[in-house]
């Protein structure tokens, strides 16, 4: 019989509950209305699931516990939490008109991040699917990321954007429609 893991899976399941409260949370408010407390606490609260994607993956090493659902399970909580949540929360903190040329290329950009994120969880996936079936000696070589890891981009994105609404960085910087 085998053994069912079910503590990392929980800490993963609370990631992704981040992700989408972000997503919900921020689609409440109003375009434009992303103050900066609201802003904050959305960051923040990506950044502990950030540290609960870290954990989990920990956990699940440190249990034996790894699993092909709980690989999949985190990743496409990745997807969510790092992926798209960021792209909402950027775009509904922008003072944007709709139908503009502006709000149109805001709308690409967003898509073309979470495309991006999305694309590189699924090379490390593939990647790491075809480590696994090779001898341990060969597959030491492969254990590094390729690229920028997608919670990290998320929290990038996210910190810049919660620096541009920070009060005192717009009273150094006013930023002002021509």
């Known amino acids: 019989m085998r053994k069912i893991f079910i503590v990392p899976n ?6 992704l509950a981040s992700g989408l ?3 919900f949370k921020v689609n409440m408010l109003e375009p434009g209305m992303g103050t900066y407390k609201s802003l904050l606490t959305s960051t923040l609260l990506l950044l502990f699931a950030a540290f609960a994607d870290w954990v989990d ?3 699940a090493r440190v249990m034996h516990a790894e699993s092909e659902f709980g690989f999949l399970f985190d990743s ?9 949540a960021p792209s909402v929360l950027m775009l509904k903190s922008l003072s944007l008109e709709q139908g503009t040329p502006l709000s149109f290329l805001a709308v ?3 898509m073309v991040f979470s495309i991006c994120g999305i694309l590189r969880l699924v090379r490390f996936n593939v990647t790491m699917a075809a480590v696994k079936r090779l001898p341990k000696h060969r ?11 997608i919670p990290a981009a998320a929290l990038a994105i996210v910190s810049l954007n919660l620096l541009f609404v920070y009060p005192r960085f717009q009273s150094w910087f006013p ?3 021509v």
């Open 139 to 149: 597959a030491k070589k492969y254990r590094h990321f390729i690229g920028l890891p």
């Open 21 to 23: 409260f972000v997503i």
């Open 10 to 15: 929980v800490i993963t399941a609370f990631s």
């Open 76 to 84: 496409l909580s990745d997807a969510v939490t790092f992926g798209v």
């Open 175 to 177: 930023v002002t429609e």
């Open 108 to 110: 690409i950009g967003a």
């Open 57 to 59: 993956g920990a956990i």
